[in-house]
């Protein structure tokens, strides 16, 4: 058999075929082609040409020409292959996309020696859609493949790591005249037969000798061959063996893997998804996506009719996005798609297990679904990989590795046996790695996050799991330790970014009818202030409002005393943006000011005396804002606080200047501004993060128009 492009020439069968369909080819120019074959890119000379295809006539020689002609237009964009050698005859040139597939058809491995090979498959399935969105991703594995001797292209089951071996495989296939073969282990059930489908591979026939890996490679010794191992992480001790061996007598190893095979000099190729569109493209960036191309070449393959229009791309991009560009994922939901259309499979994407069923028939079995796909890799976990996975399913838009200690730390595992098994599934392509600046996280495909958190169900862990995510993010923001060794206030609301999608996650969790309202309320007062810094002022308010009804609601809510304060200076601070400093900003900072001066907690009563004369001021009642600016300075000035003592002389001033006392407003302003230092005089209480100088120098400067001062 013989691949050239798309197209696959069977000489068994006499046939040519493309995506899968015959094509008309007459008999006498497959004769031709046949001959063109065999002559391995040397010349045909016409006479020959004529002698063996047309033995018995006489003909003249433009029958000839007709039928190269039509044997030409078979090959459609590669018909240059076939060259006219001017008055002397033909040649089929052996250029880079040819593989001579020897390997699928012509083999007839022994079958005393060979339990399983299904290498067919590798190349046939999914070969009706090009290799889509991998020229650099292709051009860079030929690049490595040129310099090094043993490549594994390693990453998650269906991200594409066979189809883009076997397509590097034929590109490479110039650079190796003593052949290219695939050995796949696809279907070597057990470490033991792995030799055997090597063997096959290599058409290896001794029935009658113990096969051993000498045998293997002294078949074989002698040439260099491009030998690609297909799938070997669950044969992965065997199939290192094999690699090592072969490669030390010359040959060069593409193998592809879930997990490195770990041998010496192995070069790891970390195959990425995918390109997906962004969240926000317009239609024409979906389009220029490897993800959609694919989706819609499948798509396409199955429902030719199937409509693309601009809300059918968007849609699409959105899929891929879902999918994390696993070219798997997408097939398996383009083919969905094709039959329930894709609005019907965006809403189900949330069920991505059970929608992403119902793969092509020809394909192997862990490719019927993606469930099957991930199965795969679970059952060649250890039990405590398991465990940790399952585990790590509950983490919304990655984690850190402290997160994975303190949401093990009860399992009966040390540290070192965790963080084992941690590197186990990052080796094994469970858990993808990204490195954001210096700090490292880690996330799970949103597909093997679905399966983990399946698992955890089917274990009856899932709430005791969410109990422990719950804990580790109020850990993380909750009080600081009073130690020197605090985070920032710039770094924790970095790493609160980082951790967004947990924490709100771990709220929901938390206010869920299987939930710890407790919890729910510490942390939500943990956090809603970085909601504020954040400027996610609806979601800060909806927030602090939720937690605050439980607590007035549940009885038995452990929570520190000032998380109530902290809940209602957020919601307060949150609503003059939301609403304006209105009566329902005012009437929070009231509410506020009650339970700080009930729990004699200077520091909030402080925050809502500020509230109120904000409130007051901008709401037009400036007699009242006054009151509250001198209350305010009377308490900073009773708790000696220098800072909040400047503070209110500036927002005195301010009062009094739209109250028309420009002369103690000018005092006042200028007594704070000559003493004020930025970064000195901070106050660092949710909502009061805004430069007080530069308000109390604009206010400064109107004053000095108004009094007419130069
Ligand atoms: N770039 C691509 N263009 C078109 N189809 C692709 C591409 N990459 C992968 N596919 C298709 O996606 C499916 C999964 O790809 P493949 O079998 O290569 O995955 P894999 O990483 O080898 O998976 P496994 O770990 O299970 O062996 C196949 O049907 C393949 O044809
Ligand atoms: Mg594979």
Request: with cysteine; proline share 3%.
């Amino acid at each position: 058999m013989l691949r050239i492009g798309d197209l696959e020439i069977d000489f068994a069968l006499r046939e040519v075929r493309r995506d899968g369909a015959p094509l008309r080819v007459g008999s006498r120019a497959f004769d031709i082609l046949e001959l063109l074959n065999n002559a391995n890119g040397e010349l045909v000379s016409k006479d020959e040409i004529l002698r063996v295809v047309w033995p018995r006539t006489v003909v003249e020689e433009n029958n000839l020409q007709v039928q190269i002609s039509a044997l030409r237009k078979v090959f459609g964009a590669s018909s240059q292959l076939i060259r006219t050698v001017s008055g002397r005859g033909y040649k089929l040139l052996q250029c880079t996309n040819v593989v001579r597939a020897e390997h699928v058809r012509d083999t007839q491995p022994d079958a005393a020696l060979v339990t399983s090979f299904d290498d067919s498959q590798v190349i046939s399935n999914g070969s009706n859609v090009h290799l889509v969105g991998r020229d650099l991703t292709l051009a860079e594995v030929l690049t490595v493949l040129k310099h090094r001797e043993t490549v594994t292209l390693v990453g998650t089951g269906g991200i594409g790591k066979t189809r883009l071996a076997i397509e590097a495989a034929r590109k490479a296939a110039p650079a190796f005249p003593d052949g290219v073969v695939v050995i796949s282990f696809s279907s070597v059930t057990d470490e033991r037969f792995a030799l055997d489908a090597a063997a096959a591979g290599l058409r290896i026939k001794n029935a009658n000798a113990p096969l051993s890996i000498n045998t293997i490679v002294d078949a074989v010794r002698g040439k260099r061959l491009l030998i690609v191992l297909d799938n070997c992480e669950h044969v992965v001790g065997s199939a290192a063996n094999i690699a090592l061996a072969l490669r030390n007598s010359g040959h060069v190893i593409l193998a592809t893997s879930r997990e490195p095979l770990r041998i010496p000099d192995e070069t790891l190729y970390p195959v990425p998804p995918l390109v997906v569109p962004e969240a926000a493209s317009t239609e024409g960036a979906v389009l220029l996506t490897g993800a959609a191309q694919l989706f819609l070449a499948r798509v396409k393959g199955v429902a030719p009719e199937f409509a693309v229009d601009k809300k059918t791309v968007l849609l699409i991009g959105a899929v891929c996005r879902a999918l994390d560009g696993i070219p798997l994922a997408i097939e398996l939901a383009a083919a969905r798609a094709a039959l329930l259309g894709i609005e019907v499979l965006g809403n189900r994407l949330n069920d991505r297990l059970r929608i992403l069923t119902g793969g092509c028939r020809t394909a192997p079995p862990r490719h019927q679904t993606m469930r099957a796909t991930l199965d795969w890799s679970y059952r060649l976990l250890s039990e405590i990989e398991r465990s940790v996975l399952r585990r790590l399913g509950v983490f919304v838009g990655g984690f850190t590795f402290d997160a994975i200690c303190f949401l093990t730390v009860d399992q009966d595992a040390s540290t070192w046996e965790t963080l084992e098994a941690f590197c186990g599934l990052v080796s094994k392509s469970m858990v993808a790695a990204q490195l954001d600046g210096n700090d490292r996280r880690y996330r799970l495909l949103e597909t093997t996050r679905d399966y983990a958190l399946q698992q955890l169900d089917d274990n009856g862990e899932r709430n005791a799991a969410s109990a422990m995510h719950a804990r580790y993010l109020l850990t993380l923001f909750g009080e600081a330790p009073a130690n020197g060794t605090e985070r920032t206030d710039e770094k924790r609301l970095a790493d609160f970014s980082c951790e967004l999608g947990n924490v709100r996650a771990a709220l929901e969790w938390s206010f869920s009818s299987s939930g710890d309202p407790s919890m729910g309320v510490a942390l939500a007062s943990a956090t809603v202030p970085y909601l504020f810094d954040l400027s996610l002022l609806s979601e800060c308010c909806s927030r602090a409002r939720q937690a605050l009804a439980v607590y007035d609601s549940t009885m038995d809510c452990e929570i520190p005393s000032d998380s109530v304060l902290k809940l209602r200076a957020a919601l307060a601070a949150g609503l003059v943006y939301t609403n304006g400093p209105g009566p329902e900003a005012r009437h929070e900072w009231m509410n506020l000011y009650a339970d700080a001066v009930l729990q004699r907690n200077t520091e909030y009563e402080a925050c809502a005396l500020w509230g109120l004369w904000n409130a007051h001021q901008y709401g037009g009642e400036p007699r009242a804002a006054l009151l509250m600016a001198q209350r305010f300075c009377d308490l900073a000035r009773g708790r000696a606080d220098v800072t909040q003592s400047l503070l209110g002389m500036g927002i005195e001033g301010i009062t009094l200047h739209y109250l028309g006392d420009q002369l103690q407003a000018r005092a006042r302003l200028e007594e704070m501004l000559a003493a004020y230092d930025q970064s000195a005089h901070r106050w660092s209480a949710t909502g009061f993060h805004i430069e007080h100088g530069i308000v109390a120098r604009a206010t400064l400067s109107r004053v000095l128009w108004v009094q007419g001062s130069e």
